[in-house]
């Protein structure tokens, strides 16, 4: 069965610093991949996402990740973080059949200081 | 811009109350789906629809029903709400599998 893991449930970084968050998935075949965000009281918002060709893709707000298919991972990164992009960031799979669905992973809350 | 409509916010609800929670696209989406998001649980899919009139149980449809008699909306039905169902409500769409989903504000229902 399809599966999405983020293995931080919270992350701090300060103002400036690079940012990583980890994502690893459980599926079969190529899967589509995507990172969402969430503010605060709000819905979630598509950041990036993959499906086939090159495996480093970029997305809105600065954040790029990259698919490594022998790692079953899909990390989102941006090099330097800002005061706004403290939320709630979560990793989904999803598969070209079926209804479309997306696996949605647990999420990982990131905070920023100043 | 393209937009999923949650008709509310905030809902204060009974305990035992019937209650319905909307949701409206405006994309032509044929996909929609209502989520429930709770800490540490992240998103997991209560029902979805892939045609007017159609509709199938996703993880958790225990106590849930939906309906959909339109192609642009999608309505959530607790048939008697509980206090276990308070908790954040997600609507999303999608054209396909690849196009990743458009989701709502989100419903903060509260059952009291």
Redesign the interface.
């Known amino acids: 069965a399809q599966s999405v893991t983020q293995p931080d449930?919270h992350i701090t970084v300060s103002e400036g610093a690079s940012l990583e968050l980890r994502c690893n998935y459980s599926y079969g075949a190529t899967p589509?991949l995507?990172w969402?965000v969430q503010s605060p009281?709000?819905?979630?918002?598509?950041l990036l996402?993959y499906?086939s060709g090159d495996t480093l893709v970029q997305g809105i707000k600065g954040f790029e990740a990259e698919f490594k298919r022998s790692q079953s991972s899909f990390n989102l990164r941006k090099p330097s973080v800002h005061w706004s992009d403290a939320a709630e960031y979560?990793c989904?799979v999803?598969?070209?059949?079926?209804?479309?669905?997306?696996i949605?992973?647990?999420?990982t809350r990131l905070a920023v200081h100043p | 811009d393209v937009k999923v409509t949650q008709s509310s916010r905030y809902l204060v609800k009974r305990t035992g109350e019937k209650v319905f929670l909307e949701c409206v696209q405006d994309m032509d989406h044929e996909n929609m789906f209502w989520y429930r998001q709770d800490p540490g649980l992240g998103l997991r899919l209560i029902y979805f629809s892939y045609d007017v009139k159609m509709k199938e149980k996703g993880d958790i449809p225990e106590g849930y029903s939906v309906s959909r008699e339109k192609k642009e909306r999608f309505s959530l039905i607790l048939e008697s709400a509980s206090t276990n169902q308070t908790s954040m409500y997600l609507c999303a769409s999608t054209l396909g599998g690849g196009y990743g989903y458009t989701f709502g504000s989100g419903t903060r229902l509260t059952v009291v």
């Open positions: 449930i589509y995507f969402y009281g709000q819905g979630l918002q598509l996402k499906f979560f989904a999803g598969s070209s059949g079926g209804y479309n669905k997306l949605f992973g647990a999420g």
